[in-house]
């Protein structure tokens, strides 16, 4: 018996549509956006701000955008729908910003903020790499899609502006 759906993991079914496009675009530029006003933040000194703008950009937009827009989401990166561990993925990162909500409610120290936003911006440069290696491992040219090169480039970015404020903010809260 065929069915009309696809399988879970499957190619993605067509190319997404104009509107999909703008709002998969809308998402990451907003992504980005708030990263940026978060480093600009971590190079002022403000680093509990930098940490909240960090992971609630990173993860939690990401993970709102992985659960709500999981199939326009792949199919803009030329993934496979339907996976489940995509919807895995985005809980993840939607249970790593409740806990950033929950050590801000708590007033927790620096050193906590500190080590979640590192285990965030880490999971993005890995995640880079991943992206990365999955576009160039394709030998079929029409698989690729070009916002696996720009993860990675933007993950480098994000990186190199993050370092000097992680370091920073730790010799800071050591004293």
């Known amino acids: 018996m065929a069915s009309s759906e696809p399988l879970i ?9 104009l509107s999909e496009l703008r709002l998969s675009k809308g998402v990451e530029g907003t992504r980005i956006a708030c990263a940026a006003v ?3 933040y971590g190079w002022s000194g403000a680093y509990r701000v930098f940490a909240s703008l960090m992971v609630f950009s990173l993860a939690g937009i990401t993970g709102l955008e992985s659960l709500l827009m999981a199939d326009i989401s792949a199919i803009t990166k030329k993934w496979p729908v339907g ?7 985005a809980l993840h990162f939607l249970a790593t910003t409740c806990t950033m909500v929950y050590l801000l409610l708590v007033k927790a120290d620096d050193q906590a903020l500190l080590s979640l936003t590192i285990s965030v911006i880490g999971f993005i440069f890995l995640s880079s790499i991943n ?34 404020v992680l370091v920073e903010w730790r010799a800071i809260s050591r004293r």
């Open 131 to 164: 992206h990365l290696h999955w576009n160039i491992s394709q030998s079929d040219g029409e698989a690729t899609a070009k916002i696996h090169y720009c993860r990675f480039a933007g993950a480098l970015l994000l990186v190199a502006g993050c370092i000097p």
């Open 38 to 40: 978060g480093i600009a």
């Open 83 to 89: 996976s489940p561990y995509q919807r895995q993925g």
């Open 9 to 17: 993991g499957t190619a993605p079914p067509n190319e997404p549509s």
